[in-house]
């Protein structure tokens, strides 16, 4: 089994004035002094994952005075001073399979410790399956129209692709279903929506969920059905820069998940290609005496450097590609979002027009006109608010994780570089005895 590549899995504050285009040349400014280098980056990094041995056991002392998960620990640092005071920590964790004689499922532990006065109980703890999510983010549409509500991991797969029960794609899922409770718990208006709160401590979630069939909200109702076809007459600039950010990050992301698919793709044929290579040098020394003792340290020494390639793409598969397909969701649902803002827009300005085409000469405007303008300053405040939450998570987010990356890297190459470095002394000329 070991031999056998893993799946690919399909793969939680600036004003939006300095919001930084993603093609502009000064998007490094954005990083912030946390990836400025640093003395110690040019020290070399421990290799503590695997032990790497000589052909005839003797162990290779790998260890270096600078930790590689340095440039990790430095980062965090900085993204943990947010100033915020929690009071509500919900972790998703626990997968179960269960097997029924309609269907097969997986359910996750759902746990909530809450100092909160609109919880009954300090810790909830209840059993969820992937609908119960996806039920949880439509109540959040229907009744948070304004706000961006966190993207769901992708509900359906490629049969004979990916095994929806193996363990690697159940804890990549659970994964995405822990981050989107936590984005939800650190907003401050989602985190205190009365559905989120039933799917947090409701033993029993079926029940709501046949009660709020028909329960939408006004304002949910009011942007669905709102004048088609209608074009904005005067869209403010910083919501069309933001549709033009989004397009771009989007596209950007999408092709780097695809390249980063097709990469590890290859690392796992390189892998089965290697594994094979190996023994051949072992069976090679068996047939030549004089020879077997280096033919053995390279056939070792491919081995290791199969061990840190396996771990490698392991890194790559489970931590790098779910952040870059959960952002493209991201994008995509605060496009939905502006594209509602636009729908309200055009429902107040074509509900203008109407009043003055009656001409009639009336003192104020009529009350529906009004509301319809309240909506869309609620959007507009709303929208800009979230838009400078998710970049700032934003920022943290690829922070860390293009750090990662770059220490997983370097451990890997280190990793072969110790390896190969370990059999130069059987290559080389022993002085002959007379």
């Known amino acids: 089994a070991a031999g056998v590549p893993k799946p690919l899995p399909s793969s939680g504050p600036k004003s939006l004035r300095e919001m930084p285009h993603p093609l502009a040349t000064s998007s490094s400014e954005e990083m912030g002094p946390a990836l400025t280098p640093s003395p110690d980056l040019l020290l070399p990094r421990s290799i503590a994952d695997k032990d790497l041995s000589l052909p005839n056991g003797t162990p290779v002392d790998t260890s270096s005075p ?3 998960s340095s440039l990790l620990n430095r980062l965090q640092l900085d993204d943990d001073l947010d100033g915020e005071t929690r009071d509500l920590f919900v972790t998703v964790d ?3 399979k269960h097997v029924c004689t309609m269907e097969t499922y997986i359910t996750y532990r759902v746990t909530t410790k809450t100092t909160r006065a609109e919880f009954d109980l300090p810790e909830y703890s209840v059993r969820r399956r992937y609908q119960d999510f ?10 948070q ?14 049969k004979g692709v990916v095994d929806r029960f193996s363990e690697e794609f159940v804890e990549t899922r659970r994964k995405a279903l822990d981050k989107f409770l936590k984005r939800i718990t650190d ?3 989602l985190s205190f929506n009365e559905h989120f709160n039933v799917f947090l401590t409701a033993k029993d979630l079926n029940a709501y969920k046949k009660q709020g069939m028909a329960l939408l909200s006004k304002m949910g109702e009011s942007v ?3 004048t088609g076809g209608y074009k904005l007459r005067n869209r403010p600039l910083e919501f069309a820069a933001i549709g033009e950010y989004l397009d771009t990050f989007s596209l950007k992301l999408g092709t780097i998940d695809r390249i980063a698919q097709r990469i590890i793709k290859e690392q796992l044929e390189y892998l089965v290609e290697l594994r094979e290579y190996g023994p051949v ?14 033919l053995e340290g390279v056939s070792a020494c491919i081995g290791n450097c199969c061990t840190a390639l396996e771990e490698l793409s392991e890194d790559m598969t489970e931590d790098f590609l779910p952040v870059l397909r959960e952002y493209i969701l991201y994008s995509e649902s605060m496009k939905n979002v502006l594209k509602k803002r636009d729908q309200v827009q055009a429902e107040y300005e074509a509900k203008l027009e109407a009043v003055a085409l009656k001409k009639e000469d009336r003192p104020k405007v009529p009350t529906d006109v009004e509301k319809c303008q309240d909506r869309v300053e609620c959007f507009n405040a709303d929208l800009k608010a979230d838009m400078e939450r998710w970049q700032n998570n934003k920022r943290q987010d690829f922070r860390q994780l293009l750090m990662g990356m770059a220490d997983k890297n370097i451990q890997y190459y280190e990793k072969c570089l110790t ?4 059999i130069i002394p059987l290559l080389q000329d022993k002085p002959e005895t007379k």
């Open 66 to 68: 600078a930790s590689s």
């Open 94 to 96: 626990d997968p179960k």
């Open 134 to 143: 996806d039920w949880l983010r439509n109540k959040l549409e229907e009744s």
């Open 145 to 158: 129209p304004t706000h961006l509500i966190p993207p769901l991991p992708e509900k359906f797969v490629v």
């Open 187 to 189: 907003h401050p208006v």
């Open 224 to 226: 669905k059905y709102v």
């Open 281 to 294: 040098y072992s069976t090679w020394g068996g047939l030549e005496v004089e020879l077997s003792e280096p």
């Open 419 to 422: 390896a190969w470095e370990s």
